[in-house]
């Protein structure tokens, strides 16, 4: 079953579908239930064919009698538990870029360091096309077969090995969406690429790069820019015990945008 943005899922667990097994311990288990397999587990064994008809939340029970909850996987976790060869953009920040770079339905979108496709499955679900420039090969196929997982191969998705650096093949785009160590090097292209008014978006770990990509927009015909980062912190919340989780999702990567401003003589 395609569980893309236009396909929502519902009704009782279906061979082919991707599943989330919760243990007691609150530890996520991705896989996809299949007629005839066992899942594998320290808890002990639990076959596919008992979860296959089951109403998502149900809890269900392994050889040994442990518990796994069983829901649909949120787009978060198949983020975090996805198959990967570059390091993704944790969710905290997809859905900041979302809103940032303003990305919705039908807005043409070069998306340039396409890693393992996290953020190119966020912006399709939004409703964008997407066009992935990768210059590695292996990551390239990964982000592909990712996406196609999770939305199906007729999304409007194409990932192309290309060096960003070297020019933007597509014209009149809505937005163009850099997570590479370089971004500045990209902006005459976008100039050329984007249409006046998109937004280009740049994610970066080091506040130097961030300097330098500012710097470099002072130059151009980018302007409006901003640049911000999220901090997420849990809490545990237990009868008496409130407090803050030990452990944090700090920093990750600073999200700068900028607006084209239309030709000037």
């Known amino acids: 079953m395609v569980t893309g943005p236009s396909k929502v899922p519902r009704g009782a667990l279906s061979a082919g579908e991707r599943v989330l097994l919760v243990d007691q311990k609150h530890r996520g288990y991705l896989t996809t239930l299949t007629s005839g397999h066992i899942f594998h ?24 009698g442990r518990r796994f909850l069983v829901v649909r996987p949120t787009l978060a976790d198949v ?19 979302l809103l940032a770079a303003d990305v919705g339905p039908g807005m ?6 396409v890693g393992s496709g996290a953020l190119s499955m966020a912006m399709l679900r939004a409703g964008a096309e997407v066009v992935g420039y990768e210059m590695r090969a292996d990551f390239a196929r990964r982000a592909r077969a990712n ?54 978006l740049a994610y970066l770990p080091t506040i130097n790069q961030v300097s330098a990509l500012r710097a470099a927009m002072t130059r151009s015909r980018f302007a409006m820019a901003e640049t911000s980062e ?36």
Not at 246 to 264: C, E, I, N, S
């Open 41 to 64: 587990t320290h808890a002990g064994m639990l076959a596919h064919d008992d979860v296959i008809g089951m109403a998502e939340g149900s809890q269900v029970l392994t050889s040994t």
């Open 79 to 97: 983020v975090l538990k996805m198959p990967r060869g570059a390091q993704v953009i944790y969710p905290k920040d997809l859905g900041a870029i």
């Open 108 to 113: 043409r979108v070069l998306e340039a360091g």
């Open 147 to 200: 996406v196609v997982e999770w939305v199906g191969d007729d999304a409007p998705y194409d990932v192309v090995e290309r060096d960003v650096y070297e020019g933007i093949e597509e014209s009149d785009l809505d937005r163009v969406v850099l997570d590479l160590p370089e971004p500045w090097r990209v902006l005459p292209h976008a100039e050329q690429a984007l249409r006046p008014g998109g937004i280009l």
């Open 230 to 265: 999220l901090l997420r912190r849990t809490w545990h919340v237990e009868e008496r015990s409130v407090r803050p989780d030990h452990r944090m999702v700090a920093h990750t990567g600073f999200l700068t945008t900028a607006r084209l401003l239309a030709p000037t003589g």
